[in-house]
């Protein structure tokens, strides 16, 4: 198991403090750092500034929305950002949610399933530079009668084949990333609860006839170093509360049917209610201890080792840690203790 770092969304006041994490996590021998898109900064950008001051360590993206771009574009940039690293990029992509796909981009949310197949497939046809012509339910190049040529990417990316990772949280996506992905990109992943989302990958990798070998799991964890869990968890409690009660709607919320399938139901109910009537500190005080602890690593570093063992032990390949400490000078110590205390495992 390799150690990544999760740098979020960029523009929130932390850019030169994220840049300083990157630069840590390349010296440390961290294997990937990742950013993320919504409606605020894009990732590419921020992943070739990134790229361009570190010298190992990969860039990649968590995630690039499939809405926000044509697959042919996202072709081209993947092998933009692939030559310009030096071959570090890793491509992460995940349809986001309706509200974001259909209020901020304009496009349909419907069969997402589909539609992710089709731009996966349509991104790495390009990639490979073959002369790119689909004929899909969502992609059809060229299109029909009209001017069209079907063409090609004339720039040579650095490696034959950029790694492709897929955001997944329900059953069926699961499948999916088992089945056309090279890695899945997990939130809220607790080893005691993964058996379910991992035998979905693993029946999407029997239906392309391959195993588990070579297949990254990669989830993203809170890390809080400090010796009360509790007050540790106190760190991670308006992102877990931001996610299970007002990621997406009441109706279509992927984050809260999930704490639901881990046996959290209850809670995941009142962190809704109390979330989506706008008592955040509510939302955030119903969260359940013992749910921030099983998909964060929190405690001192002794705990953190023994966590990042049951990690490995699950299936985990990457984990990706987000250090979640108030300043700049604790998170660059979470990073180190992370890397030390994976050594301690013997998991690395």
């Known amino acids: 198991m390799r150690l990544g770092l999760n740098l979020g969304y960029w523009g929130a006041g932390n850019d030169a403090a994220n840049l300083t994490l990157a630069k840590e996590a390349d010296r440390l021998g961290y294997a990937v750092a990742w950013a993320a898109e919504a409606y605020g900064s894009d990732v590419v950008t921020v992943l070739a ?6 010298e190992r360590i990969d860039v990649g993206s968590a995630i690039m929305q499939i809405p926000a771009r044509a697959p042919a574009m996202t072709a081209m940039t993947a092998a933009t950002l692939d030559t310009l690293s030096g071959g570090r990029f890793r491509l992460g992509l995940g349809v986001s949610g309706p509200q974001v796909s259909e209020g901020w981009y ?11 197949r089709e731009y996966i497939e349509v ?11 689909y004929e899909g339910e969502h992609y059809r190049l060229p299109l029909p009668d009209g001017p069209g040529k079907a063409l090609k990417l004339t720039v040579h990316p650095v490696r034959e084949r950029i790694p492709v990772y ?3 949280v329900g059953p069926k996506n699961l499948e999916l990333a088992g089945e056309i992905a090279d890695g899945w990109l997990a939130v809220f992943f607790s080893p005691e609860h993964s058996h379910e989302s991992l035998e979905a990958i693993r029946a999407g990798r029997t239906r ?9 799991v990669v989830p993203t964890v809170p890390l809080v ?23 997406g709607s009441r109706e279509q919320n992927f984050y809260n049917a999930l704490a639901r399938r881990m046996g959290f139901e209850q809670a995941a ?14 939302a955030q005080a119903a969260v359940p201890l013992e749910f921030i602890d099983r998909t964060s690593l929190l405690g001192p570093p002794a705990r953190i080792a023994d966590r990042m063992q049951a990690y490995a032990e699950a299936g985990v390949t990457t984990l990706t840690v987000a250090p979640s400490a108030g300043g700049l000078d604790e998170r660059i110590a979470e990073l180190r203790t992370a890397a030390d205390a994976l050594d301690r495992s013997g998991a690395g």
């Open 49 to 54: 500034w990134v790229a361009a001051q570190t």
């Open 106 to 116: 304009g496009v349909p949310f419907g069969k997402p399933l589909t539609r992710t």
């Open 123 to 133: 991104t790495r046809k390009a990639l490979r530079r073959e002369t790119l012509r």
């Open 166 to 168: 897929l955001a997944a």
């Open 208 to 216: 392309a006839g391959a195993g588990m070998d070579g297949f990254d």
């Open 225 to 247: 170093v400090g010796e009360d869990v509790a007050a540790a968890a106190d760190s991670v409690r308006g992102y877990a509360a931001l996610y299970v009660g007002g990621m």
């Open 269 to 282: 109910t009142e962190v809704q209610d109390k979330y989506l009537a706008k008592d955040y500190a509510g």
